[in-house]
């Protein structure tokens, strides 16, 4: 089991930055691949950034790619999700997602936290 606790989001004005954190508990945290999604309004989850175990590896969305940047920290168990110049079609409720070998598929992914909410406002 691992347990996924989120937080930073908030509401940013546009061109704005927010750094979310994802915080992890339950299995050695250098085990797992780490991901970001999100669910804006009307719409469904979507992947948004993934990490690799050691921080080496990342992938991104086409719409973040240059905007935001996934890290983590194995020593504090926390992954991040840096976001800057941010746009009002960001507007989300940003999850994090853990799992041993899954990369961008939603339904993939074992573990999830609970989601923070962020709003980009013109």
């Known amino acids: 089991q691992v347990q996924l606790v989120e937080s930073g989001g908030g509401l940013v004005q546009v061109g704005g930055s927010l750094r979310l954190s994802c915080a992890a508990a339950?299995?050695?945290?250098?085990?797992?691949?780490m991901a970001w999604f999100r669910q804006r309004p009307g719409k469904e989850r979507e992947f948004v950034a993934v990490?690799?175990?050691?921080?080496?590896?990342?992938a991104y969305v086409d719409s973040v790619k240059g905007r935001f940047t996934i890290s983590r920290d194995n020593a504090r168990n926390t992954a991040y999700l840096q976001m800057s110049n941010l746009k009002p079609e960001d507007t989300a409720v940003y999850y994090c997602?853990?799992?041993?070998?899954?990369?961008?598929?939603?339904?993939?992914?074992?573990?999830w936290g609970q989601g923070t909410q962020v709003t980009v406002s013109s």
């Open positions: 990490i690799g175990q050691s921080g080496a590896s990342t």
């Open positions: 997602a853990a799992d041993q070998i899954a990369w961008r598929i939603l339904h993939d992914y074992s573990y």
């Open positions: 339950g299995r050695p945290f250098s085990a797992i691949n």
